[in-house]
């Protein structure tokens, strides 16, 4: 659920909206008079967009993703442990 505020209102409740933000992972959005909106989103939660949107750049890569997430949501393959898949791409544990 998104909280939508006023410049004044957060102003006046920031630790209380920074509480919601951080612990309940709501997104604010505070209203400006005569600005754009704002959006205050946990920084755990704006890293993790910005890395699937890298991720999603490449429609190469973008494709195998979705491809492995629907295979992944039907149930399809094995589960692998993570010592097999760093074997599988060479990586050390």
């Known amino acids: 659920m998104t909280i ?8 006046d409740g920031l630790a209380k909206l920074l509480d919601h933000v951080t612990h309940d992972r709501e ?20 890293e993790s967009l910005m890395e699937t949107a890298y991720l999603l750049r490449s429609p190469a890569n973008a494709e195998r ?25 060479s990586l050390e544990p």
């Open 27 to 46: 997104i604010v959005l505070i209203q400006r008079r005569g600005e754009e909106e704002v959006a205050m989103i946990a920084a755990s939660e704006l």
């Open 65 to 89: 993703l979705l491809s492995a997430l629907g295979r992944a949501l039907k149930g399809d393959g094995e589960p692998k442990s993570l010592e097999v898949l760093r074997s599988e791409v």
């Open 4 to 11: 939508q505020t006023t410049y004044t209102q957060a102003r």
